[in-house]
């Protein structure tokens, strides 16, 4: 067994005597009924049904049929109303009227104003596209001038640099060169 | 008579909706969830707290339970988690204030003598000297009495892990009680630890 698996082993057995007092400790709790009243009260309650289930059907349909019968109620009494002339009747229709009158010449204007922006976007458009047309000789003369210009400063760069290359003076070979001795500390050629 | 239902029998009927059968759980496993709080550092008084904070956590997340591990190794891994969030949630508070409810614990457990209750309050008190991952598996191993792989897995940590702490949390503990706690080191070990 290695020196290091036996200090292991010894020092396991030192730490299982050492702690062997809190062994011996326990506590004893009792936290059923809080844990169970902590999740009861977490918990969304159900709605009680005063019904009993067989009777959800039947309850479902009675609520459309009277919902039905509720609308059909309230427009036969509107209509009757209108018939016989009543000032509530007949003030109610003026406000809806009113309030048709104004919804449709909103709108009429709105479209109004939504199309002479359009219209004004289009001319714009229309004077820019003439503009451009118009123009076009002009920006394809300068595009030649241009190409011309840069071709001529190519030339002319190159004409300086020969003649600079050929004019200036020889101050030694390089290292690699054929017949050269030129070394790195100062050597002669 | 009907014997009892089995841990996965009763998580199952509560994850099927039958609630009421968690309490079974609870009443089974509150003696545990209390004794490893209070051998994790949790003052006596606080223990109940930390139980019904570890309950509630096992409720909400019961469905994430798996069934290949015992029941109680996943109830360690949550209490262990909680004593050290309760701990963390105290430290703002005075060090004497942090110290004295394990001190001042004089409600003896079974089997127990004045002696041992008074080393273990100094041993407590020792333990809450190391760093939090090397206490958790020293209490796991050797007071809970947890073999290396259900540390590992209560921790969530692979065994080598588990292991290499352990052998430092030893060293630790020992230095510790060399230099502060000499009376507490067993008689019969002196030798082994010096």
Redesign the interface.
Known sequence: MSRRTQE?R???????????????????????S???R???AS?PRPVASILPIRWHRPAWAATLVLGCAAVLLLTTTAIVMVANGDEGARAAITLAGAGGTLLLRGTAAAGGVLRGLLEAALAMGRGGWAVLDAASPLVRAAGVMAAFCGAMSIGFSAIVVSRAQRHAPVIGRAPWTRGSWHTLNGGFS | MAAEPTDLELVQEVLAGR??Q??IL??RY??L???A???MGVP?QE??DV??EV??KV?RSLHRYEPSHALSTWLYRITVNAALDHKRSRRHDAKSDELSPSLADDRP????TAG??E??AL??EALQRLPDHYRTP??LT??E?MPIEEVARALDLPEGTVKSR??RA??Q??EI?RRHYPG???P??VE??S
Do not use: C
């Open positions: 292991e010894d020092l396991a057995l030192w730490a299982e005597a050492t702690l062997s007092p809190l062994r011996r400790q326990s506590a004893e709790v009792d936290v059923a809080l844990v169970m902590r999740i009861a918990r | 609630i009421e968690f309490e609870v009443r509150q003696r969830v209390a004794t709080a209070l051998r006596r223990i109940e139980a019904n309950f509630y409720f457990g079974q089997d127990e041992d209750r080393r273990a041993l407590r020293l209490v050797h007071v009495g352990l052998f030893r060293a503990l020992k009680l507490l080191v067993p019969g070990l082994a630890s």
